[in-house]
């Protein structure tokens, strides 16, 4: 059975840091592309970053320079580390892993930060960002 389960999500103000993680069970997580997505009130859900099997890594350029994507393979476990924290950070934050297609699924690719692509997703954890 598949399990993920993010936390470390709270409440700061703008400039501060925050630290997700996310726990995973149920598949061999140092194989695979694993991505943070957020969503905020009325708007799309967006690919944030992702990292693959040889520690590649994506971002969106929104947060490019300020957040840190990093993999703990003994731990199963997903990190995303959020510095200089600005109001347009707010969202509920998502942990999940790609699943489509299935022959490429491993690899993170182009595909990175589509919501479509993937699945087993865990049920959030909200990050709200006060100026």
């Known amino acids: 059975q598949v399990q993920v389960a993010e936390s470390g999500g709270g409440a700061v103000q703008a400039g501060g840091s925050l630290r997700l993680s996310c726990v995973t069970s149920g598949f061999t997580f140092s194989l695979q592309c694993m991505g943070w997505f957020r969503e905020a009130p009325g708007k799309e859900r967006e690919g944030v970053a992702s990292i693959d099997r040889d520690s590649r890594t994506n971002y969106a350029d929104s947060v490019m320079g300020r957040f840190t994507i990093s993999a703990d393979k003994a731990k199963n476990t997903l990190y995303l580390q959020m510095n200089s924290l600005k109001p347009d950070d707010t969202a509920t934050y998502y942990c999940?892993?790609?699943?489509?297609?299935?022959?490429?699924?491993?690899?993170?690719?182009?595909?990175?930060?589509?919501?479509?692509?993937?699945?087993?997703w865990g049920q959030g954890t909200q990050v709200t960002v006060s100026s």
């Open positions: 999940a892993r790609k699943t489509f297609p299935e022959r490429s699924a491993r690899t993170c690719g182009r595909n990175w930060a589509s919501p479509a692509y993937f699945g087993d």
